[in-house]
Antibody, heavy 117, light 111 residues
Framework: EEQLVESGGGLVQPGGSLRLSCAAS????????MNWVRQAPGKGLEWVSY????????YYADSVKGRFTISRDNAKSSLFLQMSSLRAEDAAFYYC??????????WGLGTLVTVSS | QSALTQPASVSGSPGQSITISCTGT?????????VSWYQQYPGKAPKLLIY???NRPSGVSYRFSGSKSGNTASLTISGLQAEDEADYYC???????????FGTGTKVTVL
């Protein structure tokens, strides 16, 4: 059974850092492009970042460019999002999402990031 | 990187058909056939309904169908059922972001 399990969310002060992880299982992780998508409570979905299967190509939304870094470890079937200089507007559920056929075909349950002093 | 535009809400009676629009630009919807649609229940992760404009993943009801004309994509739900009450989001490849952009979301209410 395919699974994506996010972890690493929590409460962080403005300006702080946090590293999110996503453990994948039930499919060949290295064959798939992956994304992080976030959703502030009560708000819509926002694409955050993309990484190719090899890890060589990475893209970021303007709102996080220069502050967030996406990476992956195919040997451990894991996806990461290093977040720094966090702002109040970064507070959201962060979803680990698999990419297939130019669509987000499988989603994790999400991990909540709260940015507050 | 502006979000795609969707109506905030759409409603219909059981058995009716409703259509949700998703308007973008030539840099996203109009330029590529990479439009997808998602259904999200409160407190749950989104679920893929349509990919590449018109394609349904295995297990998704035939009542959901997608189309595109110019810079606007549409999701039609036919034979509306109570279980269709949820939030719906469109998404497209965007040359502005070099990857994705989502719509603003539409809340579907079954009267």
């Amino acid at each position: 059974e395919e699974q994506l399990v996010e972890s690493g969310g929590g409460l962080v002060q403005p300006g702080g850092s946090l590293r999110l992880s996503c453990a994948a299982s039930g499919f060949t992780f290295s064959n798939f492009e992956m994304n992080w998508v976030r959703q502030a409570p009560g708000k819509g979905l926002e694409w955050v970042s993309y990484i190719s299967g090899s890890g060589r190509k990475k893209y970021y939304a303007d709102s996080v460019k220069g502050r967030f870094t996406i990476s992956r470890d195919n040997a451990k079937s894991s996806l990461f999002l290093q977040m720094s200089s966090l702002r109040a507007e970064d507070a959201a559920f962060y979803y680990c999402v698999r990419d297939h056929n130019w669509a987000y075909d499988f989603w994790g349950l999400g991990t909540l990031v709260t940015v507050s002093s | 990187q502006s979000a795609l535009t969707q109506p905030a809400s759409v409603s219909g009676s059981p058995g009716q058909s409703i259509t949700i629009s998703c308007t973008g630009t030539s840099s996203d919807i109009g330029g590529y056939n990479y439009v997808s649609w998602y259904q999200q229940y409160p407190g749950k992760a989104p679920k893929l309904l349509i990919y590449k404009v018109t394609n349904r993943p295995s297990g998704v009801s035939y009542r959901f169908s997608g189309s595109k004309s110019g810079n606007t994509a549409s999701l039609t739900i036919s034979g509306l059922q109570a279980e269709d009450e949820a939030d719906y989001y469109c998404s497209s490849y965007s040359s502005s972001t070099s990857w994705g952009v989502f719509g603003t979301g539409t809340k579907v209410t079954v009267l």
